[in-house]
């Protein structure tokens, strides 16, 4: 069974940085696409970044140009920089692994939580006014 172990978050104020980390157990993590879902309070979770085995990446319009997601295969770790945080940013967040898939997916598998098949703990993130 993958399991997913999460770092980083906290509180900031609108307009700082934080940097969540995501290492895997996987064996095969590169054979994988990893994703990074967001859930605020009182919402569903929804899809922030997204990159594949192949390394296309792919983002949610609402953090396109602020987020980057990058992942390390010899480290088996993904990562997500947020930068000009905003106080929508805040929420639940979770990264997530997909089964093993084909070298190149379409951005809706990676934006489906249905293509994932583990998840982190989930790690807080609040960004204040």
């Known amino acids: 069974q993958v399991q997913l172990l999460q770092s980083g978050g906290g509180v900031v104020q609108a307009g700082d940085s934080l940097r969540l980390g995501c290492a895997s157990s996987?064996?095969?993590?590169?054979?994988?696409?990893m994703g990074w879902f967001r859930q605020a309070p009182g919402k569903e979770r929804e899809f922030v970044a997204g990159?594949?085995?192949?390394?296309?990446?792919y983002y949610a319009d609402s953090v396109q140009d602020r987020f980057t997601i990058s992942r390390d295969n010899a480290q088996k770790t993904v990562s997500l920089q947020m930068n000009s945080l905003k106080p929508d940013d805040t929420g639940v967040y979770y990264c997530?692994?997909?089964?093993?898939?084909?070298?190149?997916?379409?951005?809706?598998?990676?934006?489906?939580?249905?293509?994932?098949?583990?998840w982190g703990q989930g790690t807080q993130v609040t960004v204040s006014s």
């Open positions: 997530g692994a997909t089964r093993r898939t084909a070298y190149y997916v379409p951005r809706r598998y990676l934006m489906d939580q249905k293509s994932y098949e583990a």
């Open positions: 996987q064996r095969t993590f590169s054979d994988v696409g």
């Open positions: 990159i594949s085995r192949s390394g296309e990446i």
